[in-house]
Every structure is written in C-alpha cells, then in structure tokens.
T-cell receptor, first 114, second 115 residues
Framework: GDSVTQMEGPVTLSEEAFLTINCTYT??????LFWYVQYPGEGLQLLLK?????DKGSNKGFEATYRKETTSFHLEKGSVQVSDSAVYFC?????????????FGTGTRLKVLA | GAGVSQSPSNKVTEKGKDVELRCDPI?????LYWYRQSLGQGLEFLIY????????KSGLPSDRFSAERTGGSVSTLTIQRTQQEDSAVYLC?????????????FGPGTRLTVL
C-alpha cells in the first residue's frame, strides 16, 4: 500500500540556519503531495502542496519539489526563525482507490533556538 | 469564512463508557474525513464520507468505532466501551472533492482521555 517515510526528529537548529526535512513516498498511482505544519497548541495547517511531478510548492519561505524519479518531496527553508518551531508532516493523497485519504509521515519536530 | 469545527475540544471519560465526537465541516465541502493522532501511531486515517456514497470505513480500528454523517454535513464519531488505548486526538477534515486537488482542511481536534 501507499506509504510516507519522513526523517526522524527532533531537529534543533539555530536561527537563520538552513532547514531540510526529508520525505519519501511509495504510491501505486500519481499522488498529490503535501506538507502540513502543527504549531504548539494548534491544529494542522497546510504549508504547501504539489500535484504533479516537477511541481514546486512554496509558502512562507518554505519550498518542496515533487521528484518522481526519487519519489521524494523534501521540505527546505533557507533561513529558519524561532517562529518556525513546530511539527511538520509530509502527506500524500492518491485517489486511485476512490478515497482521497491522506497517508501521513510520522512528523518531524523542529525546534529553532534564538 | 468559518473553518472546520469540532466538539468537545476535550473529553475525559472512564473506561467502558461510550463517547460521541462531533464535526462540522466547511459549508459546501462534500468530503469529510476522520483521523486519529496518537503518540504511538502518528496520524491514522479512520473513515471517509463523500456525498451520498457508502463511506470508506477501512481505517476504523475495531467494531467499537462507528461514524455517521447526517444530511451530508455534520458527522459524529462514536466510540463504544472506550479503552485506554483509545486516548488520542481525533481530527476531522473536509475538502471539496474534485477541486483544489482535494486539499483537506482540518479542525482543531478533540482530545480524548480514557481513564
């Protein structure tokens, strides 16, 4: 079945450091890929998405490129801020079976130090 | 506009009791999903409703779990004879099926604690 593998956390960075959170997937069809963020005490929010190969999603300085050849969707940010401290979830949605449910990675906790 | 709302925000119950969790999706969203977020299992899909179609119940962990969606809008997730392993945050999401690549919008969740 479909699956998402996400790098283990927690990740601790200093402010202005470069961030990469790895995400790879397996899917039988042609999924859409998403990054969601969960700030402390808040619900899941969509950060960015990509719906086909080579698409790049971007938002709030974060970027991720849908790489079909490596089945990856790594999240990057050039300069993190303390306010980026949160848990990040990679997810895919594959409607091949008729159900567009999300398959989530395990989440990566990011802590940014001032 | 209003987002997905869930109630109650917190629920503490005793083992063996039944609980009902409610979800109000975004108006006009035809698809509704329930997920469970727990420390040991991460985010798991539970059940999916789309319009008048039969729901996809493939993620429900046991027959103690059931859900319904009345009038294509509000949904209730019911857990019967709760067990301690049911303690988790239950998330509801909705989407416009066939639009926006089925991007899902999540509610704030209901934190269930089974004592």
């Amino acid at each position: 079945g479909d699956s998402v593998t996400q790098m283990e956390g927690p990740v601790t960075l200093s402010e202005e450091a470069f961030l990469t959170i790895n995400c790879t997937y397996t899917a039988t069809g042609y999924p859409s890929l998403f990054w969601y963020v969960q700030y402390p005490g808040e619900g899941l929010q969509l950060l960015l998405k990509a719906t086909k190969a080579d698409d790049k999603g971007s938002n709030k300085g974060f970027e991720a490129t849908y790489r079909k050849e490596t089945t990856s969707f790594h999240l990057e940010k050039g300069s993190v801020q303390v306010s980026d401290s949160a848990v990040y979830f990679c997810a895919l949605s594959d409607g091949t079976s008729g159900t567009y449910k999300y398959i989530f990675g395990t989440g990566t906790r990011l802590k940014v130090l001032a | 506009g209003a987002g997905v709302s869930q109630s109650p925000s917190n629920k503490v119950t005793e083992k063996g009791k039944d609980v009902e969790l409610r979800c109000d999706p975004i108006s006009g969203h035809t698809a509704l999903y329930w997920y469970r977020q727990s420390l040991g299992q991460g985010l798991e899909f539970l059940i999916y409703f789309q319009g008048n179609s039969a729901p996809d119940k493939s993620g429900l962990p046991s027959d103690r779990f059931s859900a319904e969606r009345t009038g294509g809008s509000v949904s209730t997730l019911t857990i019967q004879r709760t067990q301690q392993e049911d303690s988790a945050v239950y998330l509801c999401a909705s989407s416009r099926q066939g639009f926006d690549h089925n991007e899902q919008f999540f509610g704030p969740g209901t934190r269930l604690t089974v004592l």
